[in-house]
């Protein structure tokens, strides 16, 4: 048995612990939460995580300290043990600030662009259209960023690994990557990186790549981070 549980499902935000976990090269105890059940919600699980979300950990080396919120999680493994994170104050704060971009920006708006599109009871047009264009001006920014930086922040880092597991889910928000070639470098390189197709297998394999149309996607799995 290892120090770290992990608790986690096959998610975007499930994708960047484990993937952490595995560039890290850190054992952990998979805990699957199957977020279909609404076992997230449980009294156990809501001691773990009090919002009710995946992913979470717990470190058993640090007395049974649980730590929720994704990009949390992902700092505090990096600062544990001292990888994907520069320690000179100014490499750090870039690669938190690309960090936080993701989890203010891309995270959140991606998110809404999935709901509506995919999820949401009703069509509302004008509410697919906000989302799916915020994703595309936030794809921009990293497209930029990325013509003249091979990573978001330097040295390849937890900022990339975070964004990772929003991007290569891009064709479930309709969001093409065909106008953003500096991205797409990116992302193929690191979806040919061993660590991070083993995160993407926790805790199961899944397919990100959508069928030719809605209709046959119906038993797609879920990329939410519920």
Known sequence: MSDIDLYTWATSNGWKVSATLEELELPYNLKPIDITTGIQKSPEYLAINPNGRI???VDHSAGGFPIF????????????TGKLLPTDVKGRSQVIQWLMFQM???????????????????????????YHNETKRLYGVLNNRLEDNEFLAGDFSIA??????????????????????HL???????????ALARGAAI?????YHLPDSDEESGGTTSILGR
Request: hydrophobic content about 40%; proline content about 9%; overall charge negative.
């Open 55 to 57: 992913p979470a950990i």
């Open 69 to 80: 919120e994704s990009g949390a999680i992902m700092l505090y493994l990096a600062e544990k």
């Open 104 to 130: 203010g920006g891309v995270g959140p708006m991606q998110g809404q662009a999935h709901v509506f599109h995919r999820y949401f009871p009703e069509k509302i047009p004008a509410a697919i259209e906000r």
């Open 160 to 181: 990339d690994i975070a964004h990772w597991g929003w991007v290569r889910v891009h064709n479930w928000a309709s969001v093409s990557l065909e106008e953003l070639p």
């Open 184 to 194: 797409k470098r990116w992302l193929d390189q690191l979806e040919a990186r061993p």
């Open 203 to 207: 805790p199961h394999q899944t397919t």
